[in-house]
């Protein structure tokens, strides 16, 4: 009795691969259907995604094709693989923009991207995505219960991009005088993530590099130029000190303006 219950897992899973292969030779695209759904009730998606992929366009025009294009997309996400499920979605909501399934379509394309980002150092082009897709659900659905969320992955992402742009302005003032005036790239780097991000968490790291990047230049200046570029150091500095009075980095700031100060007197 013992040995015949450990055989019923076993005839089990012989019997649900033997009739996915049965789906697999079938041309019967109700039958496949029929069993896409159920594989994906089951959690099988990649069974599911796989019979989908073979029926979704013959299924296009009938009553099953627009919930066809959708589980496919869902498929691909609940098996995170989320780039696949941003392209079919995106397909879904473009052939259906008023569809059955559309916000829901718009609002997994973003997360996916969103659950695909890669770290800060590596290409951001997921991450650019999903604040592109997230955004358009939130124009499209702003009473969606769902807003809530995407706004706050959208937050989390742009701070994210605003992590790389100071990491690369960072990089910039690290090298220096090294083959060229990177002190000047930091700066640039700096303001324009500024612009860009204006409520980054991440503003008075970018306000302390500036204001440290147009030190290093005033102090390797020409002897011509040094006055002028010390007394925009200071302009730097109060900017940096009204705008974060309470900052840690208090005597690092008041030290590079006593010697802005005095320079630029000279």
């Known amino acids: 009795?013992?040995?015949?219950?450990?055989?019923?897992?076993?005839?089990?899973?012989?019997?649900?691969?033997?009739?996915?292969?049965?789906?697999?030779?079938?041309?019967?695209?109700?039958?496949?259907?029929?069993?896409?759904?159920?594989?994906?009730?089951?959690r099988k998606f990649a069974q599911a995604?796989?019979?989908?992929?073979?029926?979704y366009t013959p299924l296009r025009g009938t009553a099953n094709g627009e919930e066809a294009l959708f589980l496919l997309a869902m498929s691909y996400f609940e098996n995170k693989d989320y780039l696949n499920s941003g392209l079919y979605f995106k397909t879904y909501y473009s052939r259906y923009p008023r569809g059955k399934f559309t916000e829901l379509a718009r609002f997994y394309s973003g997360y996916g991207y969103y659950l695909d980002s890669p770290?800060?150092?590596?290409?951001?082009?997921?991450?650019?995505?999903?604040?592109?897709?997230?955004?358009?659900?939130?124009?499209?659905?702003?009473?969606?219960?769902?807003?809530?969320?995407?706004?706050?992955?959208i937050f989390e992402m742009q701070d994210k991009l605003t992590l790389k742009e100071l990491q690369n302005a960072q990089l910039y003032y690290n090298l220096g005088n090294f083959m060229g005036n990177n002190y000047?790239?930091?700066?640039?780097?700096?303001?324009?993530?500024?612009?860009?991000?204006?409520?980054?968490?991440?503003r008075e790291d970018f306000e302390l590099l500036i204001l440290k990047s147009k030190y290093q230049e005033a102090r390797l200046s020409v002897e011509e130029k040094r006055a002028e570029r010390y007394r925009d150091v200071i302009d730097e500095y109060y900017s940096?000190?009204?705008?974060?009075?309470?900052?840690?980095?208090?005597?690092?700031?008041?030290?590079i303006y006593e010697i802005a100060r005095r320079h630029a007197q000279e």
Do not use: H, W
């Open 1 to 42: 009795m013992r040995k015949f219950l450990y055989f019923i897992p076993l005839l089990l899973i012989l019997s649900s691969c033997g009739e996915y292969n049965k789906v697999l030779k079938s041309k019967d695209v109700d039958y496949r259907f029929d069993y896409a759904k159920r594989a994906f009730d089951e």
């Open 184 to 202: 000047e790239a930091a700066i640039i780097t700096a303001q324009n993530a500024l612009k860009d991000y204006p409520y980054s968490k991440y």
């Open 49 to 55: 995604a796989t019979v989908l992929e073979t029926i």
């Open 119 to 153: 770290d800060p150092q590596l290409d951001q082009e997921p991450t650019r995505k999903a604040i592109e897709e997230l955004q358009g659900f939130i124009d499209f659905y702003p009473e969606s219960d769902r807003v809530s969320i995407a706004q706050n992955a």
């Open 240 to 255: 940096y000190t009204n705008n974060f009075p309470d900052t840690k980095n208090r005597r690092e700031a008041d030290n």
